[in-house]
Structures are given as C-alpha cells and as structure tokens.
C-alpha cells in the first residue's frame, strides 16, 4: 500500500517561498505520475503541477513560473518549490501518486495534506 506524507507548509508573507515535501512509503517505481493538488476553502480541488517518470510536467495557469515541481526517486520524494507567493496561493496542498505517464490526473493515491497560508 502507496503512502504520502507532506510536510513543508505554514504562513509566510506574500512574495516568500516554500518547499513542500512530499514522502513516499513503499516504491515509486510504479507511480508514473505525480503531481501537487490544492483546495482552499469553498473552492474545488484544483492542479497545482505534475510530472512523470519520463520528465515531463505541467502546471496549473496561476502556478506556471512561480512554482517548480521535482521528483527524486533516490529519496522517494517529491516536491514543490514556491517563490512569491500570494494571498490566494492559501490552500490545503496535497501530494498526489498513482500509476500511468500521462500527464491527466489525478491518480489514486492522496496525502492527507499541508496547509499553507499566505498572509501579512
């Protein structure tokens, strides 16, 4: 059984950055994809990125040059780099996984979610 754990989220000013982790129990070798989901408060879950196995990725249109996604299979992590951000980047952000090398989502398995919250 495929676990996630996150880690990585808080508050921080608008124009910080934050890492979000992401852990991985068991093998990645049969989570071709994976990605970062983010749901605030009365909205829908929506992409924030993803990537596969093969390199590539995509993000989210209010995420494309802010944040980066990466993958290290050495380390059964993912994670999420996120410079300047801003007040609606505040959401509970989850890590994604399951199997395939498209780059549609979202696969099965979920983390339980960090919240990060972005605020002066």
């Known amino acids: 059984q495929v676990q996630l754990v996150e880690s990585g989220g808080g508050l921080v000013q608008p124009g910080g950055s934050l890492n979000l982790s992401c852990v991985v129990s068991g093998s990645m070798f049969d989570l071709g994809r994976m990605g970062w989901y983010r749901q605030a408060p009365g909205k829908q879950r929506e992409l924030v990125a993803a990537t596969t196995n093969l390199g590539r990725t995509v993000y989210g249109d209010s995420t494309k040059g802010r944040f980066t996604i990466s993958r290290d299979n050495a380390k059964n992590a993912l994670y999420l780099q996120m410079n300047d951000l801003k007040p609606e980047d505040t959401a509970v952000y989850y890590c994604?996984?399951?199997?395939?090398?498209?780059?549609?989502?979202?696969?099965?398995?979920w983390g339980q979610g960090t919240q990060v919250t972005v605020s002066s």
């Open positions: 994604n996984a399951g199997p395939g090398t498209t780059l549609t989502g979202p696969r099965p398995y």
